[in-house]
């Protein structure tokens, strides 16, 4: 079972109940930071945080649940902070660079954290996967993001690219995401470029798919992904039920 939400990450008040999650979150933050993930006891959560550990196993069943949390804040903080590039921009470029860059301002207090746990992060079965059930949350609100960049934007995509082409562009900024981890350039500057490059390169792939002729290459690499890539097969569309040129 996720994390409990909480009406504070909608904008409302947070009442007592979400304050007191806040605090162990912002805790168990801090502690994987300077003690390492592996190394972080839900009890020396709660202890930090001043409540009792049955407290901490209420608003959050284990450290994954922490994780979660982290994800499902990361998304929320990204889907306000593209609000404005969305309002002001419509060319489809503009558009993505910001929301690639906004994800990268957000995400760079934390980037000594996302190295520890990364290790726990990449291996499939785990619950801080990307790809794991339990991610689908986080999942499903960045795939939204790029919906939205593709529904405002100038360049026309066609109806039956319009499911697939967000989430290949979400795998697409998983790989940043995987690039920036590693990057150790001054203020992640490659990995800027690389948002840039790569809403580029991306911008003109959507204008190329307009064309029939290309659309099939389309679907087969969204058909490649659902295939291969552990829980992607839950978001999208069942592969056995599509014709695939073998």
């Given amino acids: 079972m996720p994390a409990k939400n909480h009406p504070a990450d909608q904008g409302a008040t947070p009442t007592k109940s979400e304050q007191t999650r806040a605090l162990i979150l912002e805790t168990a933050m801090r502690l994987f930071q300077e003690r390492g993930y592996d190394?972080?006891?839900?009890?020396?959560?709660?202890?930090?945080?001043?409540?009792?550990?049955?407290?901490?196993?209420?608003?959050?069943?284990?450290?994954?649940?922490?994780?979660?949390?982290?994800?499902?804040?990361?998304?929320?903080?990204?889907?306000?902070?593209?609000?404005?590039?969305?309002?002001?921009?419509?060319?489809?470029?503009?558009?993505?660079?910001?929301?690639?860059?906004?994800?990268?301002?957000?995400?760079?207090?934390?980037?000594?954290?996302?190295?520890?746990?990364?290790?726990?992060?990449?291996?499939?079965?785990?619950?801080?996967?990307?790809?794991?059930?339990?991610?689908?949350?986080?999942?499903?609100?960045?795939?939204?993001?790029?919906?939205?960049?593709?529904?405002?934007?100038?360049?026309?995509?066609?109806?039956?690219?319009?499911?697939?082409?967000?989430?290949?562009?979400?795998?697409a900024q998983m790989g940043l995401v995987l690039y920036w981890i590693f990057d150790r350039t001054e203020g992640r500057e490659r990995s800027y470029r690389l948002a840039r490059r790569g809403a580029r390169l991306t911008a003109r792939g959507v204008a190329l798919a307009r064309f029939r002729v290309l659309r099939p290459l389309v679907h087969e690499v969204h058909e490649l992904f659902t295939d291969f890539l552990p829980g992607m097969t839950k978001m999208l569309p069942n592969p056995g039920n599509s014709r695939r040129v073998e």
């Fill in 39 to 171: 190394k972080t006891t839900m009890r020396a959560i709660a202890k930090e945080a001043g409540v009792s550990v049955g407290n901490a196993y209420y608003y959050f069943e284990g450290k994954e649940h922490l994780i979660q949390g982290f994800y499902d804040r990361i998304a929320a903080e990204h889907r306000e902070a593209v609000r404005s590039v969305l309002e002001r921009e419509s060319d489809l470029e503009r558009r993505l660079a910001g929301v690639l860059q906004a994800w990268l301002d957000i995400a760079t207090p934390y980037h000594e954290f996302a190295v520890q746990f990364f290790k726990n992060a990449a291996d499939p079965d785990s619950p801080l996967s990307p790809f794991s059930p339990e991610s689908e949350h986080a999942r499903l609100e960045a795939i939204g993001v790029h919906k939205e960049v593709l529904a405002g934007a100038k360049t026309k995509v066609p109806e039956d690219l319009r499911d697939a082409l967000p989430e290949l562009m979400w795998l």
